[in-house]
């Protein structure tokens, strides 16, 4: 049975970079589509990115100019880096596999940003 | 960018009601569509994927039609652990959740 696990820090101060790793267990990264989403608080869902092995990655147009999704198969991760934070981008982030009838997603992790 | 409204935002249902849910595209997504449920401090769950196909696991009181850009999803009798919100989330070009229906207990 796959389980995904996000990792990073809690809190990013203004300005600075947003990094998170979705570690993959029982599972591999080299099929299916993975992607990022997140939920500010109290808010819905908002899609950031994908990555699938046969056509890379796509992105939010909304965030496109400060998202990087990449993976690591050597380590098992899939990761999201995410520049210029603002109040804006304090969410719960969730890392997810989807492809046909399947679907996976992680706990979820929230990250605040804050000074 | 495809725009998914979803309605209502809200509503106040019984065990045991037959509720339905409504997500329209901006424009056509074929049957790019799929279902989720969400409970407090949970993550989103996959109920139906490709409009109508139900996840494995999922009680078939769910159930999901529509194509094009009119899409439902339909609970015949409502059960006290379905009361949640609900998206809707369009794939056909690139990824758009609906704004979410929070189905509360009457």
């Known amino acids: 049975q796959a389980h995904l696990q996000e990792s990073g820090p809690g809190v990013v101060k203004p300005s600075e970079t947003l990094s998170l790793n979705c570690t993959v267990s029982?599972?591999?990264?080299?099929?299916?589509?993975w992607r990022w989403i997140r939920q500010p608080p109290g808010k819905g869902l908002e899609w950031i990115g994908n990555f699938y092995y046969s056509t890379g990655t796509t992105y939010n147009p909304s965030l496109r100019h400060r998202v990087t999704i990449s993976v690591d198969k050597s380590r098992n991760q899939f990761s999201l880096k995410l520049t210029s934070v603002t109040a804006a981008d304090t969410a719960v982030y969730y890392c997810?596999?989807?492809?046909?009838?399947?679907?996976?997603w992680g706990q979820g992790t929230m990250v605040t940003v804050s000074s | 960018d495809i725009q998914m409204t979803q309605s209502p935002s809200s509503l106040s249902a019984s065990v045991g009601d037959r509720v339905t849910i409504s997500c329209r595209a901006s424009q056509d997504i074929r049957n790019d569509l799929a279902w989720y449920q969400q409970k407090p401090g949970t993550a989103p769950k996959r109920l139906i994927y490709g409009t109508s196909n139900l996840q494995r696991g999922v009680p078939s009181r769910f159930s999901g039609s529509g194509s094009g850009t009119e899409f439902t999803l339909t609970i015949s009798s409502l059960q006290p652990e379905d009361f949640a919100t609900y998206y809707c989330?369009?794939?056909?070009?690139?990824?758009?959740f609906g704004g979410g229906t929070t189905v509360e207990i009457k």
């Open positions: 989330l369009q794939h056909r070009e690139h990824l758009t």
């Open positions: 997810v596999r989807e492809f046909g009838f399947s679907s996976l």
């Open positions: 029982g599972g591999s990264l080299s099929s299916q589509y």
